[in-house]
Each structure stands twice: as C-alpha cells, then as structure tokens.
C-alpha cells in the first residue's frame, strides 16, 4: 500500500489578504521581492498563487506572515472542491 506524500503549501497574508502557494513556488525569492518593496517606495509585487497572478503594492507600513505548512497527499485531495452530481433521469 502506497504512503500519502507529503507536500509543503505556503501561505502569505499581506495586510489580511491571504495567498496559497503551492510547494515548488521559488518562496526565498518572492520573501527577497517583498522584503525589497517593504524597504523602498511602495512597490508591486507579483504574487502567483493558485488562482492565477496577482499583484500586491507592498509598503514599507505592510504586515507580511509567511508560513509554509506540510500536507499530505491525502488531505489535498479532500480539501479539493467537490461539484455536486446533478441527478439524472434515465
């Protein structure tokens, strides 16, 4: 019987906004990117999450929490939304 694999998911919230990434996600580089706008004018920073590519205007005054958390295969299955089967006459 197979073992779940374990895989690392990142989240980043960004002045309560939050952002999931997946686990091959370069994450030291974007850290360097935020930390770099953090320390300079207001900055875009491109984020690219699971839902696609956003951009954030990161302030020197923005709150950033970064934790990469370890899922197992398992449970990325069962957080996968599920559509509902329409009943079918036949």
């Known amino acids: 019987m ?3 694999r374990t895989n690392t998911r990142a989240r980043i ?3 309560g906004r939050e952002f999931l990434l ?3 996600r370069d994450l030291l580089e974007l850290m360097g990117r935020i930390e770099a706008a953090a ?3 207001p900055t875009f920073v491109d984020i690219s999450d699971r839902n696609g590519l956003v951009s954030v205007l ?3 005054g923005a709150r950033v929490v970064i934790s ?3 899922v197992s295969s398992v449970a ?3 957080e996968a939304p599920v559509h509902p ?3 079918w006459d036949l």
């Open 22 to 24: 997946d686990g091959d």
């Open 68 to 70: 990469v958390e370890h």
């Open 39 to 41: 320390r300079s004018e």
């Open 85 to 87: 089967i329409a009943d």
């Open 76 to 78: 990325l299955v069962e």
């Open 2 to 4: 197979d073992e779940p």
């Open 58 to 60: 990161v302030s020197p």
């Open 13 to 15: 919230d960004i002045d």
